[in-house]
C-alpha cells in the first residue's frame, strides 16, 4: 500500500492507499519541532487502532510546506518502514508544466492539487485550498500551470484581530443568522465569516474574469466544510484532493 503524507503548517494529513482506493486518512497536529521517532511513534499507534500492518506499506510520497520536518521525515520513513520517501519538489515528475516566473517557488500541496483538479476536471479549472493560507492555484486551458493567489486563512485572520485588538475576544467561526450583529461577539463572528466568504467569492470573481470560458472551481483543505453551503462559485468538495494528488505523482514516480 501506498503511505501518501500532505505535512501543512497547522495540520498533517496522512492517507493510506491500496491501489486507487483512499483505505484511512488520518489527520494530526503538525508538532514543527518534531523528531523521527516520534513521527514513526505515532504513526504506529494509528496504524495499529485501525488494524492495519506496518509491513503492508511498500511506497510513501509526501508533499511538504515545513522545510524543517524535511529530515524528520526522510528518516522516520527508512527507520520505521525501510523505504525512501518521494518527496514532491524539482526533478518529480508531475505531468504538469509549471508556467511560472519561478516554478521552484511553487509549494507542493499546490502542484499536487493541479495535478488532481486536472486530471479529474480538466483544464482549465481553479483550486481553492482552505488552510492555514487560502491558496488559490489555476491550471490553464493548456493545462499548465499558471499561477494563483495567496491569501490569509480565516483562522489566521482571526489570530491577528484578536492578538491586536485588545478589546476583542475571540469566538468561534461559523454562519451566522444575519450579517448585521447585534453585540460585540456577533459583530466579530459576522465579520470574520462573511469577510472571508467575500474574499473568497470576490477572488474567484477576478480569476474567472482572467480565464476564457467555463472554469469549475474545486475546494478543499480542513477548514473548507465551515464554508461548504456559504461560498458561490464553488463547483466541487473533494476534501482529499490534496492526497489523490500525491498518488497520482507516485504513480509517475514510483522505484
Given at each position: ?69 524535511s529530515m524528520p521525515l526522510t528518516e522516520m520513513c527508512r527507520r ?176
Amino acid at each position: 500500500m501506498l503511505l501518501a503524507v500532505d505535512v501543512g503548517n497547522t495540520h498533517s494529513v496522512f492517507g493510506l492507499y491500496d491501489g486507487e482506493t483512499l483505505r484511512i486518512d488520518w489527520r494530526i497536529t503538525t508538532g514543527l519541532a518534531s523528531t523521527a521517532d516520534e513521527l514513526g511513534v505515532t504513526l504506529k499507534g494509528l496504524f495499529r487502532e485501525a488494524g492495519i500492518d506496518f509491513e503492508s506499506v511498500d511506497g510513501i510520497v509526501i508533499a511538504s510546506v515545513v522545510p524543517d520536518l524535511s529530515m524528520p521525515l526522510t528518516e522516520m520513513c527508512r527507520r520505521y518502514f525501510g523505504h525512501e520517501a518521494v518527496f514532491i519538489g524539482p526533478g518529480v515528475k508531475t505531468g504538469v508544466p509549471i508556467h511560472c516566473e519561478n516554478p521552484h517557488e511553487v509549494g507542493a500541496d499546490r502542484i499536487v492539487n493541479a495535478v488532481a483538479a486536472r486530471e479529474r476536471f480538466g483544464a482549465p479549472v481553479v483550486v481553492v485550498d482552505f488552510g492555514t493560507t487560502t491558496n488559490f492555484d489555476v491550471v490553464g486551458t493548456s493545462g499548465a500551470y499558471i499561477g494563483g493567489v495567496i491569501a490569509p486563512g480565516v483562522n489566521l485572520s482571526a489570530e491577528a484581530l484578536f492578538n491586536k485588538a485588545a478589546r476583542l475576544h475571540p469566538v468561534d467561526i461559523h454562519a451566522p443568522e444575519t450579517v448585521i450583529g447585534k453585540n460585540t461577539e456577533q459583530c466579530v463572528r459576522s465579520g470574520l465569516f462573511f469577510g472571508y466568504v467575500a474574499l473568497v467569492e470576490g477572488l474567484l470573481r477576478r480569476i474567472r474574469s482572467e480565464i476564457e470560458g467555463e472554469v469549475p472551481v474545486v475546494a478543499t483543505g480542513g477548514v473548507a466544510v465551515l464554508f461548504r453551503n456559504a461560498i458561490e462559485g464553488v463547483d466541487h468538495f473533494v476534501p482529499t484532493l490534496t492526497l489523490d494528488g500525491l498518488r497520482r505523482v507516485w504513480e509517475q514516480n514510483r522505484p
